[in-house]
C-alpha cells in the first residue's frame, strides 16, 4: 500500500508539473504581445522618417537646414542671455551714480528752499464809530507831544526886539499854578538873578530839565539878563513847582511889557496847565483801578 501511494505520488508531481508546463507557455506568450506592442509603437514613433531611399536622396540639404537653424537658435539663446545679463548691469551703474547724487541734492538744498512766500493780506474790517475816534484822539495826542517836544528841542531865541527899561523902584508881581503848587513871583531891575524860597534856583532845582523850565520865558522874550527873579513857592512836587514858576515869571513878563503876551501864548507860558491827579472813586483801589473780579 505505501509503495502504491509512493508510485502515485510521482505521477501527480508529473501531472501538476504538466499542468504547469501547460500554465508557463502562457508567460512567454504574453511577454511576446507586450514586446510587440512595442515594437508596433516604436515603429509607429519612428514612422515619420522617410525611407532609406528618400533619407540618401535629401540627406545632405535636411543637415545643412538643420545645422543653420541650430546655429540660429544657439545665436538667439547667445543674444538673449546677452541682453539679460547686460540689462541687469545697465541698470544697476546708473542707479548706483544717482543714489550719491540724490543724497547730495537732498542734504544741500534745503526743502521749500526754492519756493516763493505767498503775501497773504489781512482783509481789513470796518472800524466802528467808538474805534475811529479813539484812533483820530490818539493821533492828535501824539501831534501835540511831537509839537510840543519839538518846540522845547529849540533853541529858544531871544527876541528881536530890545527888552522894555524898567526903573529903579519899580515891582512887578504875578501868581503861577501847576498841579497843587502855587508860585508868587515878582520882578526886580538887575542882572539875571533867580531865587527861590531865599535859595538860589541851582539849590533848589538841581536837575538842570527844571532849571531850564523855570528860565525859558526869560531866554525867549531877552529879560534873562536885565531882572532879576524872587519866588515863593509850596505845594506839590518838585515838577509841580517848577511848571508853577515858569507860569508866574510869564504872567509877570506880561505886565512889564504887554506885546510879549503873542509870542508867550504862543508856547504855552501862559496856559493854566489843568492836567492833575484824577480823585479815587468809591469801591475802586485808585482813580480808575477796579478790584479783581472773582466769579466764584
Request: charged share 40%; no cysteine.
Amino acid at each position: 500500500m505505501i509503495d502504491d501511494e509512493q508510485k502515485q505520488t510521482p505521477e501527480s508531481e508529473e501531472g501538476h508539473v504538466a499542468e504547469d508546463s501547460d500554465t508557463q507557455p502562457a508567460g512567454p506568450v504574453a511577454g511576446d504581445d507586450s514586446s510587440s506592442s512595442r515594437d508596433d509603437a516604436a515603429g509607429e514613433e519612428s514612422s515619420p522618417t522617410p525611407p532609406t531611399g528618400e533619407a540618401g536622396e535629401t540627406g545632405p540639404e535636411a543637415t545643412e537646414a538643420e545645422g543653420e537653424a541650430v546655429e540660429e537658435s544657439a545665436e538667439a539663446e547667445a543674444s538673449e542671455s546677452e541682453a539679460e545679463v547686460a540689462e541687469p548691469v545697465a541698470e544697476e551703474k546708473p542707479e548706483a551714480e544717482k543714489k550719491p547724487k540724490a543724497e547730495e541734492k537732498k542734504k544741500d538744498v534745503i526743502p521749500g528752499a526754492d519756493l516763493e512766500p505767498i503775501a497773504v493780506e489781512p482783509e481789513e474790517r470796518p472800524l466802528s464809530a467808538e474805534e475811529q475816534a479813539r484812533l483820530e484822539a490818539e493821533e492828535e495826542e501824539r501831534a501835540q507831544r511831537e509839537a510840543a517836544l519839538a518846540s522845547e528841542e529849540e533853541e529858544p531865541k531871544a527876541a528881536s526886539r530890545a527888552p522894555a527899561k524898567m526903573e529903579g523902584d519899580a515891582r512887578y508881581l504875578a501868581t503861577g499854578k501847576r498841579k497843587t503848587s502855587i508860585a508868587r513871583v515878582t520882578l526886580l531891575p538887575g542882572s539875571g538873578k533867580i531865587e527861590i524860597n531865599k535859595r538860589a534856583l541851582e539849590e533848589f532845582f538841581p536837575r538842570p530839565l527844571h532849571q531850564t523850565t523855570v528860565r525859558l520865558p526869560l531866554t525867549i522874550t531877552g529879560y534873562e539878563n536885565s531882572v532879576d527873579v524872587r519866588v515863593r513857592v509850596h505845594g506839590g512836587g518838585i515838577s509841580g513847582q517848577a511848571g508853577a514858576v515858569r507860569h508866574g515869571i510869564a504872567r509877570a513878563l506880561t505886565e512889564v511889557d504887554p506885546e510879549l503876551r503873542g509870542e508867550l501864548k504862543r508856547r504855552g507860558f501862559l496856559t493854566r496847565d489843568a492836567r492833575a491827579k484824577e480823585r479815587r472813586k468809591a469801591g475802586l483801589k485808585k482813580a480808575r483801578k477796579r478790584p479783581q473780579f472773582s466769579k466764584r
